[in-house]
Nanobody, 118 residues
Framework: QVQLVESGGGLVQPGGSLRLSCAAS????????MSWYRQAPGKERELVAF???????NYADSMKGQFTISRDNAKNTVYLQMNSLKPEDTAVYYC????????????WGQGTQVTVSS
């Protein structure tokens, strides 16, 4: 049974930092590309960051330099380090796993809430 469990969200003041974690199970984590998305109230879900099975990373243009995605294949976990947080970063953050030759295997976590407010 595939599971993606996000954690690390919460309330943080503007300028603060958070590290999100996504623990994976039920599939060969090291073979999957992992990504973080977010969805703010009233907005569409958007890509935040992406990391391939080989460790190459890519970021949404607006988030380059602010967020860092990483993975630990020994722990089957992907991380999102978020710095200099702003109120507009408030959203539910989701973890996504994609695998297979055509990325036909596609799994989502349940999301973790991040609220940036003073």
């Amino acid at each position: 049974q595939v599971q993606l469990v996000e954690s690390g969200g919460g309330l943080v003041q503007p300028g603060g930092s958070l590290r999100l974690s996504c623990a994976a199970s039920g599939f060969t984590f090291s073979s999957y590309a992992m990504s973080w998305y977010r969805q703010a109230p009233g907005k569409e879900r958007e890509l935040v960051a992406f990391i391939t099975s080989a460790g190459s990373t890519n970021y949404a243009d607006s988030m380059k330099g602010q967020f860092t995605i990483s993975r630990d294949n020994a722990k089957n976990t992907v991380y999102l380090q978020m710095n200099s947080l702003k109120p507009e970063d408030t959203a539910v953050y989701y973890c996504r796993a994609r695998g297979g030759r055509s990325y036909q295997f596609d799994y989502w976590g349940q999301g973790t809430q991040v609220t940036v407010s003073s």
